[in-house]
């Protein structure tokens, strides 16, 4: 058999790493895409909520970023240019601190670029927690994902994950995450880091607010106060990992500020930081804490200039009342969609999960979630799961029309009401 008599699939099964695992969900070709749309090889319209992971908050391609970062690659903007300055960092920078961080009372933090992927945002702040303290052990939280490079890895508790580290995964107390630590979810954050703790006090306490890959559980706001409270009285810093549950996914551009009590010291941003999937990280760093000597931690893909050009872009989105009002709609009729999907369901078939436009369905049988997942492929809907399997989780770009989303919840009503009780 020749390359050209294989089927598109038989490409991917012979020349791709067996590690790939989306695509086994979703198999088919996509070749097109545009706002909440995907399209196959065949021409059939897929809806998109599985939305990149999270690294589409503004849907697929949209116009007005591909026009800015065309335009830049026209004029021959550099493309990779390490921690040079450049016209489009210098452009990122500004717009990101006066949209972004100074309305937010974060104005007095810097910015820095570890590389292209949100794994090295954590694993910067996991060093550089532990270069200001002059301590190891950080605090994670059990559902927690970080990442897959060693360090971000060692506070992943995914057991598929860390079972292919090959070697120790260390200096990491893994803890109960807020509502799923049962009974007490204040228990063991104390006999961690309270008043008389049993061991000394760690660099760092790094957790998300609501928890992606780990099932959508949701952090409560006195568990979040609380951990700052004690973190401040030890001189541990807080870090907030914001990959997934940042850049307006919850409805607001951080996942915390309904939580002012818990004011991060490090914030790790990605996924749809650039605003169109192109690989970009960021670390949020407290200026006081900043100590990093030049050069310290680096990396080659620091300076992705279409990247720059397509996050500063992005930034208008939030400053466009159309965008901001219609987000805050959207999370709404998410919200209500669910709960009215449970409402008609027996008590106990199923439980709605997670914030905003970064909500879910967590069923308690497993398989569940599996088979609502594979009902809505077949009816040209892409969704994920999480939480082993437990929970449908839904990521819509932030832009889809409520009109279309209604239709979507439409046909997830009624493969829910077929399926959870079956």
Not at 227 to 246: F, M, P, S
Not at 275 to 282: D, E, I, K, T
Not at 351 to 368: H, I, N, Y
Not at 376 to 403: N, Q, Y
Request: negative net charge; glycine residues 10%.
């Amino acid at each position: 058999m020749t390359e050209a008599d294989r089927t598109p699939l038989e490409v991917f099964e012979r020349h791709e790493s067996n590690v790939r695992s989306y695509c086994r969900d979703f198999p088919v070709v996509f070749e097109r895409a545009a706002g909440h749309h995907m399209w196959d090889t065949s021409g059939r319209r897929y809806v998109d909520l599985l939305c990149g992971a999270g690294s589409l908050n503004y849907g697929h391609n949209p116009p007005a970023i591909v026009e800015r970062v065309t335009a830049y690659l026209t004029a021959g903007g550099p493309v990779q240019t390490l921690d040079l300055h450049t016209t489009a960092k210098a452009d990122f920078l500004e717009r990101f601190t006066s949209l972004v961080l100074e309305p937010r009372g974060l104005g007095d933090y810097v910015t820095q670029f570890p590389g292209p992927a949100g794994t090295l945002a954590v694993e910067a702040a996991l060093k550089l927690a532990r270069k200001v303290t002059g301590r190891t052990e950080v605090i994670a939280f059990n559902g927690g994902f970080h990442g897959a490079s060693l360090g971000a890895l060692a506070a992943t508790t995914s057991p598929l994950l860390r079972g292919a580290a090959g070697v120790p995964l260390t200096d990491v107390t893994i803890l109960p995450y807020g509502d799923a630590a049962d009974p007490d979810p204040f228990a063991s954050l104390e006999h961690a880091l309270g008043p008389g703790a049993a061991t000394p006090p760690p660099a760092a306490v790094l957790l998300e607010t609501v928890q992606g890959e780990g099932g959508l559980h949701t952090a409560p706001r006195a568990w979040l106060a609380r951990i700052r409270e004690l973190a401040q009285a030890t001189g541990t810093l807080v870090i907030v990992d914001d990959i997934q549950a940042g850049c307006g996914r919850t409805g607001t551009f951080f996942s915390f500020e309904d939580v002012p009590e818990l004011r991060p010291d490090l914030v790790c941003l990605s996924k749809s930081l650039s605003g169109m999937g192109l690989p970009m990280a960021a670390l949020l760093i407290r200026r006081e804490i900043d100590r990093w000597a030049p050069g310290e931690h680096n990396g080659t893909f620091r300076g992705l200039g279409l990247a720059f050009v397509a996050g500063s872009a992005a930034l208008d989105h939030w400053t466009d009342p159309y965008f901001t009002d219609h987000a805050a709609e959207l999370t709404t009729a998410i919200r209500t969609s669910l709960t009215n999907i449970t409402d008609a369901l027996p008590v106990g078939a199923v439980e709605v999960v997670g914030k905003g436009a970064m909500s879910g369905l967590r069923f308690p049988t497993p398989g569940t979630a599996e088979r609502i997942r594979e009902a809505l492929f077949r009816a040209g809907i892409v969704a994920e799961t999480s939480g082993s399997g437990l929970v449908l989780k839904l990521l819509p770009p932030l832009t889809i029309p409520l009109p279309e989303w209604k239709e979507v919840a439409d046909t997830l009503g009624d493969t829910v009401q077929i399926l959870a009780t079956a």
